[in-house]
């Protein structure tokens, strides 16, 4: 899996309760396999984020 600047991402909970997040990638740090990605999400607040299991990719319209 390999996000670029602009992609949306859709993060599945994985505890009972646990909403879906999403956000928008706004820098990628690492390579394919170790990447890190910067993601300004929907509520406003930036984190670093490691893709794991129940992240889904759309890529930049």
């Known amino acids: 899996m390999e996000a670029h600047?602009?992609?949306h991402?859709?993060?599945?909970?994985?505890?009972?309760?646990?909403g879906r997040r999403s956000g928008e990638v706004v820098r990628t740090e690492g390579d394919r396999d170790h990447q890190r990605l910067w993601v300004r999400w929907d509520d406003g607040h930036e984190s670093l984020f490691v893709p794991g299991p129940g992240v889904k990719i759309q890529p930049k319209k």
């Open 5 to 7: 600047e602009g992609d």
């Open 9 to 18: 991402l859709l993060v599945e909970g994985t505890k009972v309760g646990q």
